[in-house]
């Protein structure tokens, strides 16, 4: 029997182990454990259930067009948990001009798709709006070379594209500074569309024209909930998916406050793990499912070249704060699903979900909750101040942005120190590195968000091809196959 330790029970060293599970289901010969070293799974997914609330300490949905997470729920009997977004409050607003402005219909991602409400909306200057069109004629980019999002906006739809939609809404999903993510990273399908049909503007018609051909989903339960909506969750968050990863593990050994402290090499073919407790175990294969930096920290003594790779990789700190309110006396309509903040309006939030508008069943009856973001690349000292000054700073920036005076009844703060992962400019390249030096060492492999993307659909689709490298990793080592 073949052993792999995973080491790192988020989300992507969970759905490695789950695929792993199905190998021994088919009759594969695998000893599997997975060693966290918190006292509970899910890394960056934590769901606190209290009273009728349901709190995501970090991510609160996932996006059903990479299919990887819709396909791991509906494997682990989760089908009919999942909810997609409320249909009927679908708004996004921008806070600009000390104004919260609806973003125009038909903006698909930062691209217009409808002339209409792109003309007449108030978001943009006529100059800004003059900009963005000239995306019909402006010619596409020669090469293949990567380039910032900044940049790649820049040329296509002009300054004040990046500053009020790229910057607040895309460079936000990753809390980073648009001046150094990479767009071949983050956003492949801006270059694919370009590299296609030159204009965004025009790409983005044609695929939408492809969309409408083809059929609408199907209707699902809950009132003015999609199934199968652009972002998904759990009715009862997405702590659900790591509970049921574990149930149907059977044969996984999962061990929570099993700290990993080094990875040795023991004999010519095995590796040894080190825990913090004393304890060791031998095994014939190692995955590292941890943040890159502390992957790097393991491999140091064993494959510097890969560590220093490893170490190339920035992680910034955010904190989101979770406020709930009486619904009872509630200034605001919550008519939508939240707003984001342009860094040039100079406010101390980068955007505020409205999940008990955007997400079924969040809080019990008579309450409201919102969803604060704090920090990230251009501002990381704000998400690293005391609970207190973030609650504090919070509050005053929902008052001054929503008109909120009322007290919340729940004002919760979460860290997230150095958490979030920065794919800059030439990321492709260097993991590219990074695997190719790793073939040096048989046995060894990485997962998790600092690769190839940072969303729980690509976590989940990068942990299971990890472990399939694992399986094929095996089969060729077996005599009895060669
Ligand atoms: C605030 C926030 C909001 C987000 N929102 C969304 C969202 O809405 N939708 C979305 O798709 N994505 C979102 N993301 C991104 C997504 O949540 C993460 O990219 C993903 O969950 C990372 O999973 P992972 O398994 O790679 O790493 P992690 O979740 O970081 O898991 C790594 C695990 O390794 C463990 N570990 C560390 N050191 C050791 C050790 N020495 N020994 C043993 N174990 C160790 C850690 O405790 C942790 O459990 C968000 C991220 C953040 C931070």
Redesign the pocket.
Known sequence: MKKIVI????????AAAHRLQEEIDRGGSLDCVV????NQ?????ATERFDGFVIE???????SQKPA?VEMCKKLGLGDRLVGTNQEQTKTYVYTGKKLVTMPDGLSLMIPTKFLPFAFTPLFSLQGKARMALDLIIPKKRGNGDESLASFVRRRMGEEALRKMAEPMLAGIYASDPETMSIHSTFPMFVQTEKKYRSLILGMLARKRQQLMQKPAPPGPGKNHQPFSLFMTLKNGLGEMVDAVIEKSPDVTFRTD????EVTKGTSTSWRVVLEDGDTIDADSVMF???AK?SAGFLQPIAPKVADLLNQIKYVS?A?VTLAYRKEGFSHPLNGFGFVVPRTEGRKILACTWTSSKFPHRTPDGFVMLRC?VGGALNEDLAEQEEDAIRKMVKKELADLMGIHQEPEICKV?H?KK???QYRVGHAALIESVQKELQAFPGLFL????YTG??????IQN?TRAAESVIDFFSCESPTKD
């Open positions: 080491i790192g029970g988020g989300i992507a060293g969970l060693l966290e070293a918190t799974f899910g890394g960056k997914i300490r970090g991510p609160d949905s996932f996006i997470a099993a700290k990993v402290q499912a941890t943040p502390l955010t989101t973001f979460f997230n958490s979030n992962v997962t998790g968000s600092a940072i969303g729980i659909p690509d976590c942990g």
